[in-house]
């Protein structure tokens, strides 16, 4: 099995920053893309930054320029670099990784989630 283990939100004031953490552990073989999404009280579960085993990276529209995803393939760990904060990106935010694990089985698991809260 593969687990996430996300670690970095809080409560930060508007124009703030805050960095969250994933790690990824268990039986793993290889790690495909990794991601951060984000879901608001009342709201779908949104994408919010992804980054490719090589690095290559995508951002929703309403955090380009703010957020920066990046990961250490070493540590199987991705990251969320978070500045100039705004209330509404107040969410719980959830970390995806997908790839195989042992015996070359595919797998696609999420963290459990950090709450990220915006005070403006």
């Known amino acids: 099995q593969v687990q996430l283990v996300e670690s970095g939100g809080g409560l930060v004031q508007a124009g703030g920053s805050l960095r969250l953490s994933c790690a990824a552990s268990g039986s793993i073989f290889s790690i495909d893309t990794m991601g951060w999404y984000r879901q608001a009280p009342g709201k779908q579960r949104e994408s919010v930054a992804a980054?490719?085993?090589?690095?290559?990276?995508t951002y929703a529209d309403s955090v380009k320029g703010r957020f920066t995803i990046s990961r250490d393939n070493a540590k199987n760990t991705v990251y969320l670099e978070m500045n100039s904060l705004k209330p509404e990106d107040t969410a719980v935010y959830y970390c995806?990784?997908?790839?195989?694990?042992?015996?070359?089985?595919?797998?696609?698991?999420w963290g459990q989630g950090t709450q990220v809260t915006v005070s403006s």
């Open positions: 980054i490719t085993t090589g690095g290559s990276t």
């Open positions: 995806n990784s997908g790839g195989y694990r042992s015996g070359y089985v595919r797998y696609n698991v």
